[in-house]
């Protein structure tokens, strides 16, 4: 049963429940856990989302994320191997297509890594942006209510665009 694209109102609860998983987490993963990262919308503050809580994790190797594969299958998440992604290992909590945690692991201060911070980051400090792709969002969810990859495809060209400001503005 795929689940409907919707976009909620930004809760706090987000971020409690990122920190209560982050916990979690940094139990299972100990110091292989270089850093872990609340990223993707439910991220910034006044920002709508699907109500899934994407969370990155910083490795030395990506090798290493193989022997967390049974330990976060037993808290429910989902290995999920992506050939297009090499550079990421992702799991998925909850049914597929209609997850409630996103869990990426990206080699530690990779391109991946950054951009993802950089984004998090640029909306964080820019509302006019943050309102802009909120919009875009809702604009989105309403054109692709029933194709989840379409929805996210037709992001991709503003989140590029952020992360582009984002690399001029620490650049300058």
């Given at each position: 049963?795929?689940?409907?694209?919707?976009?909620?109102?930004?809760?706090?609860?987000w971020?409690r429940r990122?920190?209560?998983e982050k916990n979690i987490?940094?139990?299972i993963?100990?110091?292989?856990?270089?850093?872990?990262e609340?990223?993707?919308?439910?991220s910034?503050?006044?920002?709508?989302?699907?109500?899934?809580?994407?969370?990155?994790v910083?490795?030395?190797?990506?090798?290493?994320?193989?022997e967390?594969?049974e330990?976060?299958?037993?808290?429910?998440y989902?290995?999920?191997?992506?050939?297009?992604?090499s550079?990421?290992?992702?799991?998925?909590?909850g049914?597929?297509?209609a997850?409630?945690?996103?869990?990426?692991?990206?080699?530690?201060?990779?391109?991946?890594?950054?951009?993802?911070?950089?984004?998090r980051d640029f909306l964080?400090?820019?509302?006019?942006?943050?309102?802009?792709?909120?919009?875009?969002?809702?604009?989105?969810a309403?054109?692709?209510?029933n194709?989840?990859?379409?929805y996210?495809?037709a992001?991709?060209?503003?989140?590029?665009?952020?992360i582009?400001k984002?690399?001029?503005?620490?650049?300058?």
């Amino acid at each position: 049963m795929e689940k409907h694209v919707v976009i909620e109102d930004y809760t706090p609860d987000w971020v409690r429940r990122f920190q209560e998983e982050k916990n979690i987490l940094k139990g299972i993963m100990s110091e292989k856990a270089i850093a872990i990262e609340h990223i993707g919308s439910t991220s910034v503050e006044g920002l709508g989302a699907k109500p899934i809580l994407d969370i990155m994790v910083g490795v030395n190797h990506l090798i290493e994320v193989d022997e967390f594969i049974e330990p976060l299958e037993k808290i429910g998440y989902e290995f999920v191997f992506h050939k297009e992604f090499s550079n990421r290992r992702f799991f998925r909590k909850g049914k597929w297509r209609a997850g409630t945690h996103h869990l990426h692991f990206y080699k530690y201060e990779s391109d991946e890594w950054s951009n993802n911070i950089l984004f998090r980051d640029f909306l964080r400090a820019n509302s006019e942006e943050l309102i802009r792709y909120h919009q875009l969002k809702k604009e989105l969810a309403e054109k692709y209510h029933n194709d989840r990859v379409a929805y996210t495809k037709a992001k991709e060209p503003f989140i590029q665009y952020i992360i582009q400001k984002a690399k001029e503005k620490a650049n300058k």
